[in-house]
């Protein structure tokens, strides 16, 4: 293993995250067989960020479009989030959320406990019990594959009570105020039991989330 093979803006690394994340949520209009050849050539060739780079441009100027739309829509995602920082600060309390939000939809729980600090996150589903444990690289990687997909799948709305996406990213929002305590959740479809290290429980419906997260929206649209 590479030095930086360890740290979430390895090439490698970022394109294993972002090929996982490809496998799981399949989004349409886009030619996923061909992003899935990339990155599983990039995953053998274990380029630096450098040649990574260089890599990219070579193919998005391919003749083959499939070959080419697919390397472009790599290099955008790298070139936008990740190539630009040597190391990068924890992901805030809102990303962090989402992402485990987005994992407990993957798994089809139905009551789930999270506990997140600084430095990393659990998780813990009951319909079967399952654990998980997640360090501030393996957050960081699942969070590059996602942002790196974000918005090529059918449309959802950003404020709808239904997915633990929504509800635990307004959850992280609130709780980003301070970021350096721990927290442990018990999360339902219906509301969010919130345990500081630090202050009082606090429980939030999802009604109220949404409300939370769509005031959010309107605000930074206004």
């Given at each position: ?138 957050l960081q990687r699942e969070i590059a594959g996602r942002v790196a997909l974000r918005g090529r799948g059918p449309h959802l709305d950003p404020t709808a009570p239904t997915r633990f996406e929504t509800l635990l990213r307004a959850v992280g929002a609130m709780l ?47």
């Amino acid at each position: 293993m590479k030095p930086d093979d360890a740290t979430p803006f390895s090439p490698r690394v970022w394109c294993r995250g972002t090929l996982t994340s490809l496998s799981e949520r399949r989004p349409p209009g886009m030619d996923a067989a061909y992003v899935s050849l990339l990155l599983t050539c990039f995953i053998e060739l274990d380029p630096s960020p450098e040649t990574f780079g260089e890599l990219l441009a070579q193919y998005a100027a391919d003749r083959r479009p499939g070959i080419a739309e697919a390397a472009r829509i790599l290099q955008r995602a790298w070139q936008r989030e990740y190539r630009a920082a040597a190391s990068a600060p924890p992901p805030s309390l809102q990303e962090t959320l989402r992402t485990l939000g987005g994992l407990l939809d993957q798994a089809g729980a139905q009551i789930a406990q999270v506990a997140v600090d600084a430095k990393s996150a659990r998780l813990e589903t009951y319909s079967e019990v399952r654990q998980r444990q997640l360090g501030t690289c393996d957050l960081q990687r699942e969070i590059a594959g996602r942002v790196a997909l974000r918005g090529r799948g059918p449309h959802l709305d950003p404020t709808a009570p239904t997915r633990f996406e929504t509800l635990l990213r307004a959850v992280g929002a609130m709780l980003d105020v301070d970021p350096e305590s721990s927290y442990r959740l018990v999360v339902t479809p219906e509301k969010v039991i919130v345990d500081s290290s630090d202050g009082p429980s606090q429980v939030f419906t999802a009604p109220q989330l949404s409300a939370l997260l769509r005031a959010s929206i309107y605000g930074r649209q206004g």
